[in-house]
């Protein structure tokens, strides 16, 4: 009996996808957690929702409010409509960072990867700009102020923070061409951009045989379809399900129109970069917005070329003495850079006890590696005591560096009230 050509064509895309036949370890849920996949879905879903809500959204500061106001109240399902994407985007965010902590702990970053963890970052890059361009658009008190802090965090990168923070903004001050600048990013260029890189992500993951799988000697292949196809569909309707359902029930922010001359008490960025507005309180403008990210940067880019001595990509954790240092290191970081961060603010107060040095010095140079010593001394107890090797110190690098991060963005977002205060 001949196939109908829809089920045919249905078929040839999912092969576009994925091999006619796969192993069958590669569809066991805690072997991805579907994160990749998942990412893509609230892409398709940010991407039919932002689509819609180009009908009605009107980019100029005197009218993008009044517009998203009439789209809650006037338009029928207008709300759910904004829910929808504004909930979907903050979910990728989370989806796309768990996915890149998920490759990196089953180590699937090393040889034929390496290329593919690049671009994964680029669109980590890409996600968070389209993020942060579309947080400007409902032009409300929330939006307009979170995206003034992160703009002026910019403007502390020495030589070229000033002009790249004019450049985003289109004058030195957030305003009507700010708006129309990120609106265009954020409904043409950064969509397109995430479109052409995914594909060539889908790519590399074909290209290296799927997902890694550590080495057996005889693996059992089963169909694709239905295998993992049902699979799929069965999380990404779970998704969506539970997404209309948070939409229906709780609705984005939206606070009164933007008062550019009147800001809040407290002023915060978006939630996820909490982290370096936090980092900025206790370090030189210099080091907490150029250096420290920068380094952090190379180090990320850098992983999967070191030199290790052997790497099972596939392998969780790569041994049990790495998923211990996982956990030791994840505790430890989060208690030490929360601890020293207070420490350095009410007993180190270097910007008072050592005014008379250069501030660089005293508030960039000294409080790094009064940071970086313990974390050293840490990670060396480990290599000395219990003979970790090089990427199972890597792991622990990594998690200290994550952990510190979520740390602060946590203190930022929830433990800083009036003046920046620390409340508990
Ligand atoms: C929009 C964002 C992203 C999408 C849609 C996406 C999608 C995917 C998909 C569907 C896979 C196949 C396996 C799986 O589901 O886990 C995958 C694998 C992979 N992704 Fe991503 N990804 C994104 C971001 C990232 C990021 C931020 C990184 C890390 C920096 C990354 C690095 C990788 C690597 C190295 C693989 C191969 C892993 C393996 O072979 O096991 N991706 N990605």
Do not use: C
């Amino acid at each position: 009996m001949r196939e109908p050509a829809t089920k045919k064509a249905i078929k040839k895309f999912i092969l576009h996808l994925h091999p006619l036949k796969i192993d069958k370890r590669a569809i066991a849920f805690n072997r991805t957690f579907g994160l990749g996949g998942i990412a893509a879905l609230l892409f398709t879903i940010l991407f039919i929702t932002g689509m819609m809500l180009k009908f009605v959204y009107i980019p100029s500061a005197g009218q993008a409010h009044d517009s998203i106001l009439s789209l809650k109240n006037d338009i029928i399902f207008g709300n759910l409509l904004r829910n929808l994407h504004y909930w979907s985007a903050m979910l990728l965010v989370v989806v796309a960072f768990l996915h890149l902590v998920r490759v990196f702990y089953s180590q699937s970053l090393f040889y034929e990867r390496r290329k593919n963890w690049l671009y994964g970052l680029l669109l980590m890059f890409l996600v968070v700009s389209a993020n942060f361009t579309g947080y400007l658009l409902p032009w409300d008190q929330l939006s307009f102020w979170a995206v003034t802090i992160m703009t002026n965090l910019l403007s502390y990168i020495p030589l070229f923070g000033e002009g790249l923070a004019d450049l985003i903004r289109d004058g030195d001050t957030v305003g009507e061409t700010t708006l129309l600048r990120f609106y265009h990013f954020h409904t043409g260029l950064l969509p397109l951009l995430m479109v052409f890189f995914m594909a060539i992500h889908f790519w590399l993951v074909r290209k290296a045989g799927g997902v890694a799988l550590p080495k057996i000697e005889k693996s059992k292949k089963v169909d694709t379809h239905p295998h993992l196809t049902y699979k799929e569909a069965f999380v990404a309707l779970i998704i969506i399900m539970a997404l209309l359902l948070f939409s229906i029930f709780v609705d984005a922010p939206l606070l009164e129109k933007a008062k550019p001359t009147v800001s809040p008490n407290p002023s915060k960025a978006p939630w996820y970069f909490m982290g370096f507005q936090e980092l900025l309180m206790h370090v030189h403008p210099v080091f907490g917005s150029f250096i420290i990210p920068l380094a952090v940067t190379v180090f990320f880019i850098a992983i999967p070329f070191i030199k290790y001595q052997e790497i099972e990509p596939g392998a969780w954790f790569h041994s049990k003495k790495g998923r211990k240092m996982t956990i030791a290191s994840a505790v430890f970081s989060a208690i030490f850079t929360f601890a020293f961060a207070i420490i350095n603010d009410a007993v180190f107060d270097f910007s008072n006890r050592l005014a008379e040095w250069p501030s660089l010095i005293s508030t960039g140079v000294l409080p790094t590696l009064l940071y970086l010593a313990p974390v050293t001394a840490f990670l060396y107890y480990f290599k000395i005591k219990h003979k970790a090797n090089r990427p199972e110190l890597m792991i622990g690098a990594v998690t200290i560096i994550l952990s510190a991060y979520i740390t602060m963005m946590l203190t930022g977002s929830l433990l800083r009230g009036e003046g920046m205060q620390l409340i508990f």
